[in-house]
């Protein structure tokens, strides 16, 4: 016999919790680059990205490689990893995912440079590789 009782849910935990609601709202915050006119590189890694893939369903999970030289702007470290959360439930094909993370990234920050990689878990027996690079035009 188990100690354990199945408790029916209460309203409270029906509704999202507090970093679903975080994770949802998923904005690209910046704050000022500290030594604007210095040009010097910043790497971010992502090693917990997820989203679904379009076709089956089936989840991918992926580590994501961000460097950039900034410009006026800096990103907020706890703001890109929520963003990047909020793609666990897309449905989404790699190329696509990285593609809108260099649009969104591009759009919130306006960097000097950036490239984007994700190295996608294999599944089936296929490795995949993506990268994207962006030049602000002089």
Sequence with gaps: MSNFTEQQPSAEAAQLKYGEREIAQGELFTFPNPRVGRH?????????????????GYPDFATIYLTYV??????????????????????ISHEEAINQILDDF????????????????????????????????Q
């Design 106 to 137: 591009v759009a919130a920050c306006d960097p000097l440079e950036v490239q984007i990689k994700g190295d996608f878990n294999p599944r089936g027996n296929v490795h995949t590789v993506i990268e994207v690079n962006y030049k602000k035009p």
């Design 40 to 56: 010097y590189h910043i790497q971010i890694t992502l090693p917990e990205y997820t989203c679904k893939c379009p076709f089956s």
């Design 70 to 91: 900034p410009n006026e702007k800096v990103v907020e470290l706890k703001a890109i990893k929520l963003y990047i959360n909020n793609y666990r439930d897309r449905y």
